[in-house]
């Protein structure tokens, strides 16, 4: 970690409200592990976020446990990565606080987490209203510069930047605005029905499902009836814009022309994309059962990231409490 003074730091996490897809992996964490050598990466398990739709705790436990095992499987190097779960930093809360009393009421109402359930006619929680504060302060206590997230969290690090601004104009902090790192490329990463793919939707195809369930998903894709003989439109198309994201050049090429011209049957396309996925898996399943065979391990892996993280929250929230008038 010597050279990881000069390095930028980000930062990022995921809820552990349940299997990661290959939408959440294109979409956000692959990014995670394209940029732990060029980063000071923090990396967390948002499992306070969570529990805002999770309020059963040996669930929390388990779906927590799991995304820590998806991080290291899908190729983060802990001797890179600082690894954590929200639950190590209680400094986020005290943060949160000060940062509800810097924002005000109708600002918030503006969030789309917020809007999207009152438009559905649920009361949302006082936490799930909170939720764009208590994501700013995982952002501001680490010190990030980049935030690497899917297209639909582009407001919440907007969100984050007005917080820092505000922060800073009024208690002479200089906590840094944070960038969103959006890949423009796989921004919406589409379900199987062609809208984008959520776990809310049941559109999914799981990261680390068995090779018999991702194949399922895969033959589920909706398509029209063209013909295999038919040209097609692969730019319009769920198979194509799934496989685009995982073969190589030569592979997406070949099915590009198999449509345009006709021959490249949806069936035949699907096997295609199910055997890139599976492929593409493999080796991390193979992490996977590599950590979740060594409990032990993993413990101190989020023991000793969750503790670098604590002694700069901790100096962060000495010096504010300071500027707050609190000591
Ligand atoms: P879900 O929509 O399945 O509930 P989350 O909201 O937990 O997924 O998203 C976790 C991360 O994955 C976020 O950074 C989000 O932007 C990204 N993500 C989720 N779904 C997609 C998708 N279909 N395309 C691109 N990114 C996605
Ligand atoms: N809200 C993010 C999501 O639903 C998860 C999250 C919580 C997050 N805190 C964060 C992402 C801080 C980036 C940085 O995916």
Redesign the pocket.
């Known amino acids: 970690m010597s050279s990881s003074q000069e390095k930028q730091v980000l930062v990022s996490g ?2 552990a ?1 349940g299997r990661l ?1 290959i ?2 992996y ?4 692959k990014q995670f592990v394209d940029l732990q050598d060029m980063y000071d990466a923090h990396i967390f398990v948002a499992n306070y976020h969570s529990l805002t739709t999770v309020q059963d705790g040996a669930l929390l436990r388990k779906q927590t446990r799991d995304v820590v095992l998806d991080y290291l499987a899908i190729g983060l190097d802990p001797q890179k990565v600082t690894l954590y779960t929200q639950t190590s930093i209680p400094e986020l809360f005290e943060l949160t606080w000060i940062f509800n009393t810097l924002v005000t009421v109708p600002w918030l109402e503006r969030a789309h987490a917020f809007k999207d359930k009152e438009s559905k006619g649920i009361e949302p929680s006082v936490g799930l209203f909170d939720y764009p504060i208590l994501q700013a302060a995982d952002i501001v206590l680490p010190g990030a510069h980049v935030v690497p ?5 582009r407001q919440h690090i907007e969100m984050t930047r007005e917080i820092v601004r505000k922060c800073n104009a009024v208690y002479g902090t200089s906590f840094i605005e944070p960038q969103a790192l959006i890949n423009d490329h ?6 199987i029905d062609g809208q ?5 939707y049941n559109n ?1 195809i799981p990261l680390f499902g068995t090779d018999q369930e991702i194949t399922k998903a895969v033959m589920g894709i909706v398509t029209d009836s063209a013909l295999p003989d038919e040209p097609k439109d692969p730019e319009t198309n769920t198979i194509f814009k799934l496989y685009s994201l995982i073969a190589s050049v030569d592979e997406i090429a070949s099915m590009r022309q198999g449509f345009l011209k006709g021959g490249m049957g949806y069936g035949d396309a699907k096997k295609l994309l199910a055997q890139a996925i599976i492929q593409m898996v493999t080796p991390m399943r193979e992490r996977r059962a590599y950590y979740e065979e060594r409990p032990d391990l993993v413990d101190a892996i989020l023991q000793e990231g969750g503790a670098r993280v604590r002694e700069r929250a901790g100096q962060v929230m000495a010096d504010l409490r300071k500027k707050a008038g609190l000591v």
């Not at 294109?26 to 964490?29: D, E, R, V």
């Not at 997230?149 to 969290?153: F, I, L, P, S």
């Open positions: 995921i809820q409200t897809h939408g959440n294109f979409g956000a964490m997230v899917g297209e639909d969290q796989v921004a919406v990463v589409p379900g984008k793919m959520s776990k809310s999914t």
